[in-house]
């Protein structure tokens, strides 16, 4: 109990809030504002809370401007703002601290267990459109387009926000290969290594086998040495 207040001060005074503009828009982007259940249609000029919620229209972008972040978001993608942040190593393992501790089974009082797929929602996830699977895919593009756009750690964390709150997205291996080839970028291989042993239980093709089960020979005699 004492590690899991400590890692929630500790993200809580990292996590300072933000406020983002919309810079340019081609085509259409709606958002969820605060915890209003109803999109609005975003503009050039719309400023918006790190508690929103964005979703660009296919053939659609967007750009977002925060403080020391700039991001496009392209098509059929979706990202919750306060994603947008640059993080150091350190926070990125202390971030997946975190989410693992929320992705874990929990019990009740019964000593039943219990998903924690819907633990640590917010008012957002009440929203049918939010909370259905599709859209849990969309998030998975915006957090892959958070690592193109340069925040490669931030993206990881979203990813992994996802899985937990769309549990089917995990059984999608090439993003899980994606998010996993970052950690194995950062040299974080302890991570990465539980990821791609993850991963080999899925529903892979003969080219993912394979470097899947490269990466992890690669790994173990790294942690060797």
Do not use: C, H
Request: hydrophobic share 40%; aromatic share 6%; glycine share 4%.
């Amino acid at each position: 109990m004492k590690k899991i207040f400590f890692l929630l001060v500790m993200i809580s005074l990292s996590a300072l809030p933000q406020n983002f503009e919309i810079i340019k828009i081609n085509g259409k982007a709606i958002a969820l504002l605060n915890s209003s259940d109803s999109w609005v249609e975003l503009k050039s000029g719309s400023k918006l809370s790190a508690n929103s919620i964005i979703e660009v229209d296919k053939n659609s972008s967007v750009k977002i401007v925060g403080e020391n972040v700039s991001v496009t978001l392209n098509g059929s993608s979706a990202i919750t703002l306060s994603s947008l942040k640059k993080m150091s190593t350190e926070e990125l393992l202390l971030a997946l601290a975190m989410e693992n501790i929320l992705s874990a089974p929990r019990k009740n009082k019964k000593n039943n267990s219990q998903s924690t797929a819907v633990y640590g929602k917010n008012d957002f996830e009440k929203n049918p459109i939010v909370s259905n699977d599709e859209f849990g895919l969309k998030r998975l593009n915006g957090a892959k387009q958070l690592a193109e756009n340069g925040l490669k750690e931030s993206a990881v964390v979203a990813a992994k926000e996802v899985y937990r709150k769309y549990p089917s997205t995990k059984s999608l291996p090439d993003y899980r290969i994606y998010f996993a080839d970052i950690l194995y970028e950062k040299k974080l291989y302890e991570e990465a290594l539980d990821d791609y042993k993850d991963i080999q239980t899925l529903n892979l093709s003969e080219q993912q086998k394979e470097k899947v089960s490269q990466r992890i020979e690669e790994i173990k005699k790294k942690l060797v040495k």
